[in-house]
């Protein structure tokens, strides 16, 4: 099976063009008000985590890396980038829109342009983050378990989408997002 090329939105879009001691572009990330987690039963959708343990420990280290530019959301050696199209998608836009309102707890009038960010070493965790300019960019959420735009792994043969199960599985995990602020100091 051949592999699939990545696909990176921001191969063509200009950034300030200045590397860190790795050779990754650099820019300002903020994650401000995303290192929150919610649960919508509604939406399938839950981004708190079950333990402490080795994929906690793996989402805090990948944004430690981010803040401190040892890797670039816009470096396509470490994340695949689309456009998130939510247009004649209205199940789609209502999940953001929920999401969006209960991570910020504020009142979303309309939902930004989005890029999700797929980490490609653990594809699941999925960063949706809004370019505010030429080298800055807001972290809105961040998808844990790939549930916002549920798609099968084919890398793992899956066939079908898991979003119901992986929801299940999920549901009652109670680690927030926020230890991962608190620890990291952001």
Known sequence: MQKKKQY???????TNNSRNMFGSPTCKIDFGESLKSV???MCMFTNYFANK????????KNINDIVNNRISLVDSNFFETKLVNIDNDFFLELKIENILKL???KKVRTIPTLYKFKELNN??????????DVDNFVVRFIDLYHLVIPAPDYERGETR?????????HKNDKINLS??????NL
């Open 8 to 14: 990176n939105a921001f191969k063509n879009i200009k």
């Open 103 to 105: 991570t910020t707890e």
């Open 179 to 184: 230890e991962i602020k608190k620890e990291l």
């Open 53 to 60: 343990k080795i994929f906690y420990k793996f989402v805090k």
């Open 39 to 41: 649960n919508i039963e």
């Open 161 to 169: 989408e898991h979003s119901k199960e992986k929801y299940e599985l």
């Open 123 to 132: 594809k699941e965790l999925q960063y949706y983050v809004e370019k505010i």
